[in-house]
Structures are given as structure tokens and as C-alpha cells.
């Protein structure tokens, strides 16, 4: 059973930095695509950025820039790392594993941007 599990988010003051983490288990790490959403309360989860099992990045207008995607396939884990963050970046941070046609979700880390 695949169990994808964030940590990391938090309150964190306008300008800072965040960096969470996505440990995966119970799939083939290293043949999937992972990826990071983020969701605002009564707005639509939309797509932050993705990696593939060989590293390759894309990233969407709303991670462009100031955030970075990465994985480790060793620790089965992926990245996020957030800098400049904005009061806009608050939301709740999902994790997502695509693999064999199947879709993933993690249960979602709280991030508050917030002076």
C-alpha cells in the first residue's frame, strides 16, 4: 500500500524559507513521478511542480522561480523548497506519486505565511 507522508510546513514570517519533505512508501520510488500541489481554503488544488524518476523538473507558474522540486531515491523521499514566501503562499502543501496509472495523495502539511 503506497503511503506518501509530508512534513515540514509550518508559520514562517514573510521573506522566509521552507523546505518540506515527502516520504514515500510502498511503491517503486524510482520508477515514479512525484509531484507538489497546494490548495487555499474554497479555491481549486493546483500543481506546484513535478520530478521524474530521473530527475527531470517542470515546474507551473505558481512554483516558478522561488521554489525547487527535488528527490532523493535512496530515502524514497521528495522535496520542496520554498524561498521568498509570500503571505499568497499560504495553504495547505500536498504531495502526489503517480505511478502504473495510479494517483497518490499525502494528507497535506499547513503552511502559513504570515508576519
Known amino acids: 500500500q503506497v503511503q506518501l507522508v509530508e512534513s515540514g510546513g509550518g508559520l514562517v514570517q514573510p521573506g522566509g524559507s521552507l523546505r518540506l519533505s515527502c516520504a514515500a512508501s510502498?511503491?517503486?520510488?524510482?520508477?515514479?513521478?512525484m509531484a507538489w500541489f497546494r490548495q487555499v481554503t474554497g479555491k481549486q488544488r493546483e500543481l506546484i511542480a513535478t520530478i521524474t524518476s530521473s530527475g527531470s523538473t517542470r515546474y507551473a507558474d505558481s512554483g516558478e522561480g522561488r521554489f525547487t522540486i527535488s528527490r532523493d531515491n535512496a530515502k524514497t523521499t521528495v522535496y520542496l523548497r520554498m524561498d521568498s514566501l509570500k503571505p499568497e503562499d499560504t495553504a495547505i502543501y500536498y504531495c502526489y506519486e503517480h505511478q502504473r496509472g495510479d494517483d497518490y495523495w499525502g494528507q497535506g502539511t499547513q503552511v502559513t505565511v504570515s508576519s
Open positions: 510502498g511503491s517503486i520510488f524510482n520508477l515514479n513521478v
